[in-house]
């Protein structure tokens, strides 16, 4: 919603009972949340030590699908910072989820997968894995990660040197994130997408466009340097007023 502030209060307000819980259900998920929540944030430090957590308390309550679920998160993290083992490990993990029979939250891991391979410049796996988990979603009707899908797969589109018209493919799932992500009133998901956006149109030259659309993004959230993605943004649009 733009409240950065609250939202990781809340976040670490939730760990924090959740781990004091007598369900161990709650203690291992409680986590594994907490970790989604600062990994999604671009906190990735403090997401794998969370993760690292819940990965050990599966493992000492012998819990298979949450001991997958933290390994794909734990290969999510490494691929994000650009290690390719990261994907196997991500895949390592859904493998192991898809074999125990869970079917829960596919698409927010094949969107692990997706943006896994963004960061370790694996173009078509991800763009394979952002279809499947854009097919899981409508099939499913669980669209909150739809807005992040798409945008991925624009991401995943500009990898490497595209084509006009394959920039054009990217440019158009880039907006329909945005759209997706105004309907839920998913702020930092539309700051995600508004910056890859920007980016393609500062390449473009079209730095007039760019830099109204990420201001009138950025100015909803409250703290302009709270996570990564807005110092992004702030260093973005200082970078936009220069250029034009």
Known sequence: TGHQGRATEIADEALRLGLAHPSFMIRVEAP?????????????????????????????FDFPVGIALADMRLGWL????????????IQQGV???RALGSAVAAPAFMGLLAEGCIGADHREAGLDAAAEGLRLSDETGTAHNDAELRRMRGDLLMLGEPSSAT??????????????AREQHARASEMR???SLCRLWREDGRIDEARALLAEVYEWFEDGSAT????????????????G
Do not use: K
């Open 167 to 180: 920039r054009g493919e990217a440019e158009a799932a880039f907006w329909s994130a945005i759209e997706t």
């Open 95 to 97: 493998d192991a989820w």
């Open 193 to 195: 997408a508004a910056l």
């Open 228 to 243: 990564p993605d807005l110092r992004d943004a702030s260093a973005l649009l200082e970078a936009l007023a220069e250029s």
């Open 78 to 89: 490494r691929a994000c910072q650009g290690d390719a083992d990261g994907v196997r490990q």
């Open 32 to 60: 594994m949340y907490a970790a989604a929540f600062y990994g999604q944030n671009r906190m990735f430090d403090v997401a794998h030590d969370i993760n690292e957590q819940a990965r050990a308390l599966a493992t000492e």
